[in-house]
């Protein structure tokens, strides 16, 4: 039988709609310091160069794993936000809203080793858009780092492919 870490149970899942409100955890520094300090255990900071959070979210969530882990931050933005030439891929995302993500084309070097974190990953497309992002520049994804998977075909690639931390299920 799984045991809930505490901090999980901050979450609010009894919201309307797909997702749960994962804020609640991120407001309490004694939780979201036992996520992050989680997510950082997780991986040897010698198999990244670079954390890359994903719009919005992510970013909270990025920038605590990077500090811990002492590595610089990357945003993958949503489409249209970077005042400068980007890499940009669009996707559906998990409600069926055509969307897109976008990189700064100078952000990765060639062969850099990047952590990606995103708060929730429910069909597996933004994360994988991301991941064709950090390929693109011809980055390696390191592993992806995320408070839950949801089970899905699309998900199970990714952890077939990648190395996966999710908070949720360990």
């Not at 900071?45 to 994903?54: M, P, Y």
């Not at 969307?99 to 497309?125: A, P, Q």
């Not at 858009?129 to 520049?137: H, K």
């Not at 408070?147 to 199970?156: A, G, L, V, Y």
């Amino acid at each position: 039988m799984q045991v809930v870490k505490k901090y999980l149970e901050l979450i609010d899942t009894n919201t309307s709609g797909p997702r749960y409100d994962v804020t609640p955890l991120f407001a309490d520094f004694e939780a979201f310091s036992s996520l992050v300090d989680d997510m950082v255990s997780h991986f040897d900071t010698k198999e990244f160069d670079l954390v890359a959070g994903v719009d919005a979210l992510g970013f909270i969530l990025g920038a605590a794993v990077a500090m811990q882990a002492k590595k610089g931050m990357i945003a993958i933005r949503k489409g249209g936000k970077l005042p400068v030439e980007t890499q940009k891929i669009e996707f559906v995302d998990y409600s069926g809203t055509p969307k897109s993500l976008e990189i700064r084309r100078d952000t990765i070097l060639d062969g850099m080793k990047v952590l990606l974190i995103d708060e929730w990953i429910e069909t597996g497309t933004q994360v994988n858009a991301a991941i064709e992002l950090i390929e693109f520049q011809k980055g390696i994804v390191a592993g992806v780092a995320t408070i839950n998977i949801d089970e899905n075909e699309k998900t199970q690639k990714l952890k077939a492919q990648y190395k996966c931390y999710e908070a949720w299920n360990e």
